[in-house]
């Protein structure tokens, strides 16, 4: 018997938050997220996020903290955009509703990378990237030994 097995892809992300409307509303006023289905009853109540009728993010409250770098499992959130100045209006629209950087502005993967975009984080820490495989050429490298997505 034969099982043909496709590529795995990812399918969508989950994440622990403390206050579900708090990040709703960042993550539909930032990062322009529809909310495809919700769960309201006290105990469980979660959000499901997309774009298109695709399934993105699911945000669950049932955090009791915030995020914790040091702790195991997700290191970090990336969206991919389509182009750089696309990156661009997401900083800018992020600046506008007072998010904090890790670093300031566009910078690379690497030292002399094409790929690069802003790192940040949500309310409750999660660290986020919006990044592009190309367009940050010149952009600077906050760390040369390291990734910059490794260290934020």
Not at 87 to 113: S, W
Request: proline share 3%; glycine share 14%.
């Amino acid at each position: 018997m034969t099982t043909a097995i496709s590529k795995l892809r990812t399918g969508h992300v989950g994440l622990n938050v403390t206050d579900l409307e708090r990040s709703l509303a960042f993550y539909r006023g930032a990062l322009d997220f529809e909310v495809l289905g919700e769960g309201k009853e006290e105990g469980r109540r979660f959000a499901f996020l997309g774009r298109d009728g695709e399934l993105v993010l699911t945000l669950w409250q049932q955090a009791e903290g915030a995020y914790a770098a040091t702790a195991a499992g997700l290191h970090h959130l990336a969206f991919s955009a389509g182009a750089i100045e696309e990156v661009r209006e997401y900083e800018a629209r992020l600046r506008d509703l007072g998010v904090e950087f890790a670093y300031e502005g566009v910078v690379a993967h690497r030292e002399g990378a094409a790929s690069g975009g802003i790192f940040f984080h949500d309310p409750d820490g999660t660290r986020l990237e919006i990044s592009v495989p190309t367009g940050a050429e010149g952009a600077p490298a906050p760390t040369e030994s390291a990734p910059t997505c490794g260290f934020f």
